[in-house]
């Protein structure tokens, strides 16, 4: 099945050596595209809140777990100049992180990202993988601390033997996580104020975009497409988080009503054209090359309220996909979207 998230996480939103079992339609790269990338299985345990103190003073995090998943933030393999200083030389291999860590102002730290991190435009991207990562190759870049967002098993543990501190952190489960996640490297890196600033900001601009939602006799409903086999997102997720701010209803909610697809559900055709919901989101127009005029060539489609109003949405399947920075700009598009409906 797709990956809500680009082809994105397999680990809690935040954490360094822990095992977490992956959720479904969570990928196994974080914000890494791919439209089918597997099928996983998550966890229903309780929430759970976790602190370790890394770098000595320099950080202490905390982060709570939401909506029944496990979170929590720590840092391994501390160097010993670490102790009073941020890294020097940091190596994404998250797509999330590299623009998370642009954002705060450590970009001037990063030596090397994986080969999908492709914003911002000055991110050094090299042929690092953030599907399968190899320690070899990520050493060879000499760096102080690798932010990742997928261990196979063994690479965390193959770079603290190498002296060199890891932090993991995976899928985003809910907005909270996002923020989470920023402020948990803007300790690590030393870079607390400047992270403290950007969740503020984002927090204020989602806040500005949700309180501009025209108001309405009745909710409008959506769909938010994954790709082009039908599997898509109800409201208990990341992404229908961001939904709900903007005051829609999602069509999908009743094909999971039970969690079943932990929240990713693929539907039928039929489900959908008897839903007609009134926008269409798609976030497979780079993956599957869905467009406007390909939804509505589909059987059957050329019925639905979406294609008739021409209100079918094309996203920038990377924005739509990873919870960093641009959720904003996520958020505007749909904003935007629904207030251009009269």
């Known amino acids: 099945m797709p990956s809500p998230f680009g082809g994105g996480e397999s680990e809690p939103a935040s954490a360094v050596r822990t095992r977490h079992p992956r959720g479904k339609g969570i990928g196994s790269a974080d914000g890494q595209r791919s439209c089918r990338s597997g099928d996983h299985t998550s966890t229903t345990g309780g929430p759970t809140v976790t602190a370790h103190k890394i770098l000595g003073p320099l950080l202490v995090v905390v982060i709570a777990a939401c909506g029944g998943t496990e979170a929590s933030s720590a840092m391994s393999g501390v160097p010993a100049a670490a102790e009073t200083a941020g890294p020097e030389r940091i190596v994404s291999i998250s797509t999330v992180a590299t623009e998370m860590l642009f954002a705060i102002d450590a970009g001037h730290r990063v030596v090397a990202v994986d ?39 063994d690479v965390m543990a193959g770079l603290e033997a190498a002296g060199v501190a890891t932090l993991l952190q995976g899928a985003a489960y809910t907005l909270a996580d996002t923020y989470d996640q920023i402020t948990a490297l803007g300790a690590i890196t030393g870079d607390v104020d400047e992270a403290a600033a950007l969740v503020a900001d984002m927090q204020s601009e989602m806040a500005d975009l949700a309180a501009s ?53 693929q539907l039928s055709a039929e489900y959908l054209l008897d839903a007609d919901p009134d926008l269409i989101f798609l976030a497979d127009t780079r993956c599957c090359s869905q467009t406007a005029v390909t939804v509505a060539e589909r059987p059957g489609w050329e019925t639905l309220t979406a294609v008739i109003n021409g209100t079918v949405v094309e996203l920038d399947d990377d924005v739509a996909s990873r919870w960093g920075p641009r959720i904003v700009d996520l958020l505007r598009v749909i904003v935007d979207s629904v207030n251009a409906i009269s």
């Open 115 to 153: 080969s999908m991190s492709n914003y911002p435009a000055e991110a050094p991207t090299t042929d690092l993988s953030g599907y399968q990562p190899n320690v070899e190759a990520i050493l060879g870049f000499a760096p102080d601390l690798v932010v990742l967002s997928y261990d196979p098993g």
């Open 213 to 265: 939602v025209q108001e309405r006799d009745e909710p409008l409903s959506y769909y938010h497409e994954l790709d082009d086999t039908l599997y898509t997102v109800t409201s208990s997720t990341f992404i229908g988080e961001v939904y709900a701010l903007a005051g829609l209803v999602n069509t999908a909610d009743a094909a999971d009503p039970d969690g079943a697809s932990w929240g990713y559900p």
